[in-house]
């Protein structure tokens, strides 16, 4: 493991070129290329690391300035600020590093320097369990931002439940209850949870949102709240650094205002299904459980199709040697049974891959959940009828835009879908250099703006 | 580096569109880079659809061979349907070590040939992939002749891995097209429309292709 850490370390790999900085062996033909343009790569990387730590610099001193004409009502941003300034020794160089790319059982990729992380005072349970940890300190402020449309969902599902339409399993828990969750009833906890109020949260770190996690989310008072949104929408479309981006993903996300404890590994305990008890429910919570009790009787057919695709998943990364298969395997098995109406459908593995090289394993289901369940809906279950509808969305705009490429197609009797389905489903992996940055983020920017539209227009051309 | 084959670009007889189709992990997409490129790798699974150009000289004929590689999982089939038109030749493939990617040509990849082929005359091609895997071996060679007999197809057993019997799996299939004349007539089409016509056709509602 620590040898494979060290040829990951990416001076090395630098000096070879045999794989770019994402482990990824650069094909032989590509090779000479790789070499002229590894260099750009390297400036046009340390331009991105110096304009978000100048903007994280930024945002600590303003966050600092907020907080002494703050009321005692917003006490919790006094703490948010605090954190951020301990954070001050923010440096690019320990991005990726989590401790969980040393010793975890998953991935061991991407790790930069074997450096040790900081003990980070609000960061009591990182050492808990390997496959979890928290972002850094200083990335809370985007965390909490986003994190208020994970709320507002949240409410927006919980007002559809109550008309009877609501989509079953969208996992948001804001409001952690303090109550004592015991091991057995933590499922029942989850859903309890969805229905309770989320003013009741005490867990410090999301204290911030407490105020805004009313019937609806003011989005004015978010704005003037986040006067950076805009900044960090510019930041984003320019491609986030390497170190960061894992970490940036899960802030984006929502990931830790998403993660309810012990549902991945209630998801994965070997002979339990996740809605062990949930035959004992209320007729609500029967509503609210219906795909976990279908996934009871339903033979879980997708194994075989996920067991086919992990050793095809990244084939040759040395990332992906057995323990992180194994990984990848529980990544899938758990969406899949936390949203059965999917399962596993290809190309889920190759963003699961991903995540895992960027973030620890748990880290990496909520995020993955996050991305499924929020923004590809209906993409990848067994209709992919959102997919269809995208495509032919995206094929009305070039037929708008480039027409005489159209006309082409058309001659061709090629439906532009042919050549941009794959690319859609694929969410732009495997596509384009790892390196090239901004392709990764394409995505991300429709978590600013809560709209697919800007996916369109990133990839007209 | 690609320009070998980009000279023989230049000119061609017939343009033949072909279609791999089967289950998930045959081998569709290894078959068709130890055709065009004669390379093995570890390949990742094809996400919807991929497809590769191949320049070929068949029964005397220069051919430029399109060939389409599907995805295999079950639910793209909703996305893959539309592949199936126009297509002068389908290969459906399964793995000589796995009976189910067997049984599903008949129980399901001959059926949505049925139903979505456009093509009449279209010349159908069981192979049997992986027969490097002996010891695995699990179909016999006299089933997949029986299945072959049954449906009106042809037969081959290979190896995308070893490279045995590949070439002659594709030549043998445009050998058949090139032998139907109402399939050679679409693949000069095609052709002729590319000599003759400056400009392609301009669409005249925003697409007829919809339905």
């Known amino acids: 493991m620590k040898a494979k850490a060290a040829v990951l370390n990416p001076s090395l790999i630098v000096l070879e070129h045999k794989r770019d900085a994402y482990g990824f062996a650069v094909r032989p033909q590509h090779l000479q290329r790789y070499r002229e343009y590894a260099n750009i790569y390297k400036e046009e990387e340390e331009e991105r690391s110096d304009r978000w730590k100048d903007f994280l610099d930024r945002q600590a001193e303003s966050a600092q300035l907020a907080v002494n004409g703050l009321s005692t009502k917003e006490d919790s941003t006094i703490l948010h600020a605090e954190t951020t300034l301990q954070d001050a020794d923010f440096s690019l160089e320990n991005g990726v590093t989590g401790d969980y790319l040393n010793d975890k059982k998953g991935f061991d990729g991407l790790t930069e320097n074997v450096t040790q992380k900081e003990d980070e005072p609000m960061e009591a349970k990182t050492h808990r369990a390997q496959i979890w940890s928290e972002i850094r300190p200083s990335l809370h402020a985007i965390e909490e931002m986003m994190s208020l449309r994970v709320v507002k969902k949240i409410n927006g599902m919980r007002n559809e439940q109550d008309a009877g339409v609501g989509k079953p399993l969208s996992s948001i828990e804001e409001g952690r209850p303090a109550k004592g969750a015991s091991e057995e009833d933590s499922e029942e906890e989850f859903y309890d949870v969805e229905r309770s109020d989320p003013t009741q949260d005490v867990h410090s770190n999301e204290s911030v949102t407490v105020p805004l996690t009313g019937a609806t989310v003011d989005m004015a008072y978010s704005e003037s709240l986040f006067p950076w949104n805009e900044e960090l929408e510019c930041l984003v479309q320019g491609g986030v650094p390497m170190a960061l981006r894992g970490e940036l993903w899960q802030a984006f996300v929502g990931v830790r205002a998403r993660r309810v404890e012990k549902y991945y590994q209630d998801l994965l305990a070997p002979d339990s299904k996740p809605g062990d008890g949930a035959e004992h429910k209320s007729s609500e919570s029967d509503i609210i459980n219906g795909p976990t009790t279908d996934f009871l009787c339903v033979p879980e057919k997708w194994k075989g199709q996920i067991e086919k695709d992990l050793p095809r998943t990244f084939p040759g990364h040395p990332a992906l040697d057995e323990d992180g298969r194994n990984a990848l395997r529980r990544l899938l098995t758990a969406y899949a049974r936390h949203n059965p109406s999917v399962g596993y459908c290809q190309a889920m593995n190759f963003f699961a891959g991903l995540l895992l090289l960027l973030m620890p394993e748990e880290n990496a289901f909520w995020a993955l959940m996050g991305i499924l369940d929020d923004y590809f809906d209906g993409y990848y279950s067994e209709e992919m009828i959102e997919s269809q509808v995208d495509q032919l969305v995206f094929e009305e705009l070039v037929r708008e835009r480039f027409p005489k490429l159209v006309n082409h197609l058309d001659y061709l009797g090629v439906q532009v879908a042919w050549v941009t389905g794959p690319w859609f489903l694929s969410i732009f992996m495997n596509m384009l250099p790892w390196e090239s940055g901004q392709f990764l983020e394409s995505g991300m920017c429709f978590f600013l703006k809560e709209t697919e539209s800007c996916y369109f227009e990133q990839h007209l051309l | ?211």
């Open chain 2, 1 to 211: 580096m690609d320009s070998p084959s980009s000279q023989e670009s230049v000119g061609f007889d017939y343009l033949f569109k072909l279609l791999l189709i089967g289950d998930s992990g045959v081998g569709k997409s290894s078959l068709l880079l130890s055709f065009t490129s004669d390379s093995f790798q570890d390949l990742s699974p094809t996400i919807g659809v991929d497809f590769k150009v191949k320049y070929a000289d068949i029964g005397g004929k220069k051919l430029k061979l399109a060939i389409w590689d599907t995805a295999g999982q079950e639910r793209f089939r909703t996305l893959t349907s539309s592949y199936y038109r126009g297509a002068q030749g389908i290969i459906m493939v399964y793995d000589v070590t796995r009976r189910e990617t067997f049984t599903n040509l008949s129980d399901i990849w001959a059926k949505e040939i049925d139903l979505y082929s456009t093509n009449q005359d279209c010349i159908k091609m069981l192979v049997g992939n992986k027969v490097d895997k002996e010891s695995e071996r699990v179909v016999m060679k006299k089933e997949g002749i029986n299945f072959a007999r049954e449906y009106g197809c042809l037969f081959i057993e290979c190896s995308a891995k070893t490279r045995l019997n590949v070439q002659q799996c594709f030549e043998e299939l445009v050998l058949k097209i090139l032998d139907t004349p109402s399939l050679l007539a679409e693949g000069s089409k095609v052709l002729k429309k590319n000599i003759f016509k400056q400009k392609p056709p301009q669409p005249d509602t925003s697409s007829s292709s919809c339905c």
